[in-house]
């Protein structure tokens, strides 16, 4: 894949055949891990007040990279949702409107969207030069919030993976929330909410960061 097309950084498995029924279905071990992230959504917005605010903020909505469609019945409830992949595989099996483009070179124009969310794409990227590049493109279609999620480096999981602890390969990259924090204040935002399943045991982390 060339840049235009995805990250260099980001792994190319989920266009192999299969990739979107795996993450519609046996990706995930019960229906509580499968619905996590949209509890830990729902409380970073909550956590915002957006949702007790105008509905009509939430009237349109991107899901980027929304991957075999996990998120989509909950956004739907909320707004329009545009979902976006750069897989064939997922785009094939996620519901609703979809669009295969890369969440590096998205096809609206600035402001497009009152929410951004953008679930499991962060820890897949290597530098702080493509953390920007990706974070930079989310925050120029949002015309409101950007959610997001990201592994948190001060986390159980995170510390045995530096020690060794943690059997197999995994490439996905923990970052400590300084960082982020500085990522974002690099693309002109500032982070308001923030929602962990398990502080300092689980990694996965969702914050909800707004225009400065
Ligand atoms: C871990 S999955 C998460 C999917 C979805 N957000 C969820 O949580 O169910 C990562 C997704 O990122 C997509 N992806 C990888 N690189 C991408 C890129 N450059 N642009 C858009 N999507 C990308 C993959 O195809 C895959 O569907």
Redesign the pocket.
């Known amino acids: 894949m060339s840049r235009d097309e995805?990250?260099p950084a980001?792994p190319s498995h989920?266009?192999r055949a299969g990739a979107g029924e795996h993450?519609a279905g046996n990706r995930w071990r019960d229906t509580r891990a499968r619905e996590r992230?949209v509890r830990l959504l729902e409380r970073v917005l909550h956590g915002s007040k957006l949702r007790d605010h105008d509905p009509q903020q939430l009237r349109r909505i991107l899901d980027?990279?929304?991957?075999?469609g996990?998120?989509t019945p909950f956004l739907s409830s909320l707004g329009t949702t545009t979902g976006?992949?750069?897989?064939p595989q997922?785009i094939a099996v996620s519901i609703g409107q979809r669009t295969r483009a890369?969440?590096?070179a998205l096809p609206f124009v600035d402001g497009a969207f009152d929410l951004v969310v953008c679930?499991?794409?962060l820890h897949h990227l290597t530098t702080d030069e493509d953390r920007v590049l990706l974070l930079a493109e989310l925050a120029r279609v949002a015309r409101g919030p950007v959610a997001l999620s990201y592994w948190d480096a001060a986390s159980w999981h995170a510390w045995r993976r530096r020690r060794g602890l943690r059997k197999g390969h995994d490439t996905r990259v923990p970052i400590p929330r300084r960082q982020l924090a500085r990522l974002l204040g690099d693309v002109g935002l500032r982070i308001q909410e923030r929602a962990h399943s398990m502080r300092f045991v689980s990694p996965q982390t969702w914050v909800l960061a707004v225009p400065e």
Do not use: K
Not at 64 to 68: K, T
Not at 84 to 87: A, K, N
């Open positions: 995805s990250s980001v989920w266009s993450y992230d980027v990279p929304c991957g075999a996990r998120l976006v992949d750069v897989s997922m890369s969440a590096f679930c499991r794409l």
